[in-house]
């Protein structure tokens, strides 16, 4: 079945330059694998949307698999790296039209739930070994911070996405400013308390959750 979905989205994608990326683009794609364009609904009931997310977590298992291999340095320069890397395994066209249609207001939390993933993937490529609130926050920040990287992204038109790549520099370096700050802040009463009330909402790992417990 997952076979069968990822060759026809593959399909699909040589669709999404000329039908949008829709349900269209979709039914065109399992046509051309020899299946029927129904079938093109039952494995993406979200019809573009849902190609959107696949397109994007094949980008992040792609990363996933090249952390495994990243080269070691300092904190802020291996989640820099994550960042372009991640970028390069894109494509800007096809970035552009999942975009498009995940901005719709009722795609957004789909949206909000991709860029917490490719967060996450590169904090558990990382090693990243918190067992407190520290795992909600680390992947708050670096969701916003990823989110920003791919608008920035899809409107540079320097060579190479050069002022892309300054741009990750200077929102990590301004992360890790923060997280300073943040650290001082919790030390204050009641800090950690109301941080922890605020990011309550979002499925912890099961290691989190039985280290609460």
Not at 21 to 41: F, K, T
Not at 42 to 47: D, I, K, S, V, Y
Not at 167 to 182: A, C, N, T
Request: glycine share 8%.
């Amino acid at each position: 079945m997952t076979e069968t979905r990822d060759r026809l989205a593959e399909a699909a994608l040589l669709h999404v330059p000329f039908d949008g990326m829709n349900l269209v683009a979709l039914r065109a794609g399992a046509r051309d694998i020899g299946l029927s364009g129904d079938v093109a609904e039952a494995f993406f009931p979200g019809g573009g949307a849902d190609l959107a997310a696949w397109i994007h977590r094949r980008g992040d298992a792609r990363l996933a698999e090249w952390m495994q291999g990243a080269p070691a340095g300092r904190i802020s320069e291996r989640i820099a790296d994550a960042i372009r890397q991640r970028l390069d395994f894109a494509d800007v066209e096809l970035v552009r039209a999942a975009s498009a249609v995940l901005a719709l207001p009722v795609n957004q939390p789909l949206a909000a739930r991709l860029m917490w993933e490719t967060a996450d993937t590169i904090w558990n490529g990382l090693g990243d070994s918190s067992r407190d609130v520290n795992w909600y926050s680390k992947r708050a920040t670096l969701s916003t911070v990823y989110a920003a990287c791919v608008l920035y992204w899809l409107g540079d038109l320097s060579e190479d996405h050069a002022e892309t790549r300054d741009f990750i520099d200077r929102r990590i370096d301004g992360v890790m400013q923060f997280e300073k700050l943040k650290a001082q802040a919790r030390k204050l009463p009641g800090v950690a308390m109301l941080t922890d009330i605020a990011t309550g909402w979002i499925r912890a790992p099961k290691s989190v959750t039985e280290d609460r417990a």
